[in-house]
């Protein structure tokens, strides 16, 4: 199967500083990717879909403000958390498709955030 | 709006045969995803039906009826490695996956 990779995979910073998320595709170009979010023993919940080459299309509820999603290349798009407080801790995981393979998306490992 | 329903915990033992279901209400469907994911981990992918009926890859099979607005997963020859959550998720226009809440499955000896 295709490999997304993410990274960091654990991050800890203190309240009110930022944090880049990076994902990439490893083996394929990925013109759309995706954003989820998910808190312990709970679903994930899809924040933006990251468009290579224009803006991101957020979910109703997201802070586009508070989380920016860069999508410079066909194969990566990063996920910035600004000004972080104790309440963005999560679970960050970034997929994409490859076309090849209907209704399969491929995760990143996912980045563990814990904000101080 | 949309929304995906499956049971919250299923407790089994290793050898049976366990089906998790799932009924959606949504807008734009593509089809019915599965996913598995173990503690601390991503997401890997199990099964896809975009049409009625059953699919079966492995231990695993899953059936999807579009009329109903309903599918599930069967797991059979459950082994301990089976304990994890599984998620159902809508494929929506764009390419999109919404998830269900997921299903904790525990295997017991």
């Known amino acids: 199967g295709a490999v997304v990779s993410q990274h960091p995979s654990w991050v800890i910073c203190k309240s009110g500083t930022s944090v880049k998320i990076e994902c990439r595709s490893l083996?394929?170009?990925?013109?759309?990717m995706f954003w989820y979010r998910q808190f312990p023993k709970q679903s994930l919940m899809l924040m933006a879909t990251s468009n290579e080459g224009s803006k991101a299309t957020y979910e109703q509820g997201v802070e586009k403000d508070k989380f920016l999603i860069n999508h410079a290349s066909l194969t990566l798009s990063t996920l910035t958390v600004t000004s972080a407080h104790p309440e963005d801790s999560s679970f960050y995981i970034c997929s994409a498709r490859t076309g090849r393979e209907a209704g399969e998306l491929f995760f990143g490992e996912g980045s563990r955030l814990t904000v101080l | 709006g949309q929304s995906l329903e499956q049971p919250s915990e299923v407790t089994a033992v290793e050898g049976a045969i366990v089906q998790i279901n799932c009924t959606y209400q949504?807008?734009?469907?593509?089809?019915l995803s599965w996913y598995q994911q173990h503690d601390g981990g991503a997401p890997t992918f199990l099964s896809y039906?975009?049409?009625?009926g059953l699919e079966e890859t492995g231990r695993f099979s899953s059936f999807l009826s579009r009329s109903d607005s309903y599918g599930y997963l069967l797991l059979q020859e459950l082994q301990m490695k089976d304990s994890a959550s599984y998620f159902c998720?809508?494929?929506?226009?764009?390419?999109?996956?919404?998830f269900g809440q997921g299903t904790e499955l525990s295997v017991k000896p």
């Open positions: 039906n975009a049409l009625d």
């Open positions: 998720a809508v494929n929506n226009q764009g390419g999109k996956l919404i």
């Open positions: 083996d394929f170009q990925a013109t759309t």
């Open positions: 949504t807008s734009g469907f593509y089809g």
